[in-house]
């Protein structure tokens, strides 16, 4: 059985870093497009990196410049580096994959992803 399991997320202060971590079993996802996701209690959930098959990323400008998405195939697990965080960042973020290899431009489309971790929580403090 295919599952994707979060790990990392935690509580910080602004400006902080924090890393989350997204581990495949049952299937080497990191072989084919994987993303970060993230919600705000109330709000809908927004695709803020992607990584597909040999790497190619994808982000959203929100992160952009601050976040860092890169993956492990031996250990089938996808990080998200966190920098420079704002309050504006907490949110449950969730990991997702799915079996096209290339992202594209619907890799922020959560109904593009097939597979979904349960979520892990990052909250940041002002």
């Known amino acids: 059985q295919n599952y994707l399991a979060e790990s990392g997320g935690g509580s910080v202060e602004a400006g902080g870093s924090l890393r989350v971590s997204c581990e495949a079993t049952?299937?080497?996802?990191?072989?084919?497009?994987m993303a970060w996701f993230r919600q705000v209690v109330g709000g809908k959930r927004d695709g803020i990196a992607a990584?597909?098959?040999?790497?190619?990323?994808h982000y959203a400008d929100s992160v952009k410049g601050r976040f860092t998405i890169s993956k492990d195939n031996a250990k089938r697990t996808m990080y998200l580096e966190m920098t420079s965080l704002e309050p504006e960042d907490t949110a449950m973020y969730y990991c997702?994959?799915?079996?096209?290899?290339?992202?594209?431009?619907?890799?922020?489309?959560?109904?593009?992803?097939?597979?979904w971790g349960q979520g892990t929580q990052v909250t940041v403090s002002s």
């Open positions: 049952g299937y080497p996802a990191t072989d084919y497009c």
């Open positions: 997702a994959a799915d079996t096209r290899y290339w992202c594209g431009d619907g890799w922020n489309s959560e109904t593009a992803f097939d597979d």
């Open positions: 990584i597909d098959r040999i790497g190619r990323t």
